[in-house]
C-alpha cells in the first residue's frame, strides 16, 4: 500500500491564483481530513470528511473548499491564494471516527504565496 | 479550547538518557494519541491510549494518562540520534469527529 500520498510536495503561488492539492489513500479509509501546520501552532483541521459524498468545516475553513466524490480522493481546493495560506499542507486519514482511531498522514505540501 | 498542550516546548539530551514528555489537555476525553514528526515530514503514530488505560507500552515508549489530572507523559527510554524529531499529542473533540493537536516538544538527542 502507498499509504496517503499527497501532490505536489512544494508550490509557490502568486496572490490571488488558485490550486488544488491533491490527496489519496489507497487504504479504504472512510474518514480523511486536512490540516495546515504552521510555525507554534501546531496542526490546525481546515476540512474534514466522515465519507464520499459528506464534509464538513474545521478550524479554519475560510479560503479553502473540498469535495470527497470518491473514498480515496480529497482535493482541497484555495480559491483565491493570500500570503497568510503560506504554511505546511497535511492531508491524514483513518479508518473510523477520526477522534477515536490512528491517523495516517501524508508527506505534507509546502505552499507559498507572494 | 480543548487542544493539548506539551511541556515542555523543547528537550535536549544526551544519547542513552530517558527523555518525558507531558501533555494537558482540558476537557474529558475518550482517549489520546501521540505522534512524532521528523523534521520535513508527516506525522508517524506512535501510541493511542484509551481513558480506560492507564499505562501503555511499545517498544522503548511508554504512555501514561492520569484522567484526574487531565495529563498524560510519554517517555522514552535509552534515546537514540533517530528518536531527534518534535512529538504531538492529540485530543479528540468531544462528540465530533476530530482531533485536536498541540504544538508540539521538539526532542534533540545528541549523540
Given at each position: 500500500?502507498?499509504?496517503?500520498?499527497?501532490?505536489?510536495?512544494?508550490?509557490?503561488?502568486?496572490?490571488?491564483?488558485?490550486?488544488?492539492?491533491?490527496?489519496?489513500?489507497?487504504?479504504?479509509?472512510?474518514?480523511?481530513?486536512?490540516?495546515r501546520?504552521?510555525?507554534?501552532?501546531?496542526?490546525?483541521?481546515?476540512?474534514?470528511?466522515?465519507?464520499?459524498?459528506?464534509?464538513?468545516?474545521?478550524?479554519?475553513?475560510?479560503?479553502?473548499?473540498?469535495?470527497?466524490?470518491?473514498?480515496e480522493?480529497?482535493?482541497?481546493?484555495?480559491?483565491?491564494?493570500?500570503?497568510?495560506?503560506?504554511?505546511?499542507?497535511?492531508?491524514?486519514?483513518?479508518?473510523?471516527?477520526?477522534?477515536?482511531?490512528?491517523?495516517?498522514?501524508?508527506?505534507?505540501?509546502?505552499?507559498?504565496?507572494? | 479550547?480543548?487542544?493539548?498542550?506539551?511541556?515542555?516546548?523543547?528537550?535536549?539530551?544526551?544519547?542513552?538518557?530517558?527523555?518525558?514528555?507531558?501533555?494537558?489537555?482540558?476537557?474529558?476525553?475518550?482517549n489520546?494519541?501521540?505522534?512524532?514528526?521528523?523534521?520535513?515530514?508527516?506525522?508517524?503514530?506512535?501510541?493511542?491510549?484509551r481513558?480506560?488505560?492507564?499505562?501503555?507500552?511499545?517498544g522503548?515508549l511508554r504512555?501514561?494518562l492520569?484522567?484526574?489530572?487531565?495529563?498524560?507523559?510519554?517517555?522514552?527510554?535509552?534515546?537514540?540520534a533517530?528518536?531527534?524529531?518534535?512529538?504531538?499529542?492529540a485530543?479528540?473533540?468531544?462528540?465530533?469527529?476530530?482531533?485536536?493537536?498541540?504544538t508540539?516538544?521538539?526532542?534533540?538527542?545528541?549523540?
Open positions: 500500500n502507498a499509504g496517503v500520498t499527497q501532490t505536489p510536495k512544494f508550490q509557490v503561488l502568486k496572490t490571488g491564483q488558485s490550486m488544488t492539492l491533491q490527496c489519496a489513500q489507497d487504504m479504504n479509509h472512510e474518514y480523511m481530513s486536512w490540516y501546520q504552521d510555525p507554534g501552532m501546531g496542526l490546525r483541521l481546515i476540512h474534514y470528511s466522515v465519507g464520499a459524498g459528506i464534509t464538513d468545516q474545521g478550524e479554519v475553513p475560510n479560503g479553502y473548499n473540498v469535495s470527497r466524490s470518491t473514498t480522493d480529497f482535493p482541497l481546493r484555495l480559491l483565491s491564494a493570500a500570503p497568510s495560506q503560506t504554511s505546511v499542507y497535511f492531508c491524514a486519514s483513518s479508518y473510523g471516527r477520526g477522534s477515536r482511531e490512528t491517523q495516517y498522514f501524508g508527506p505534507g505540501t509546502r505552499l507559498l504565496v507572494l | 479550547s480543548q487542544q493539548g498542550e506539551e511541556d515542555p516546548q523543547a528537550l535536549s539530551i544526551q544519547e542513552g538518557e530517558n527523555a518525558t514528555m507531558n501533555c494537558s489537555y482540558k476537557t474529558s476525553i475518550n489520546l494519541q501521540w505522534y512524532r514528526q521528523n523534521s520535513g515530514r508527516g506525522l508517524v503514530h506512535l501510541i493511542l491510549i481513558s480506560n488505560e492507564r499505562e501503555k507500552h511499545s522503548r504512555v501514561t492520569d484522567t484526574s489530572k487531565k495529563s498524560s507523559s510519554l517517555l522514552i527510554t535509552a534515546s537514540r533517530a528518536d531527534t524529531a518534535s512529538y504531538f499529542c485530543t479528540p473533540q468531544t462528540g465530533a469527529n476530530n482531533l485536536f493537536f498541540g508540539g516538544t521538539r526532542l534533540t538527542v545528541i549523540p
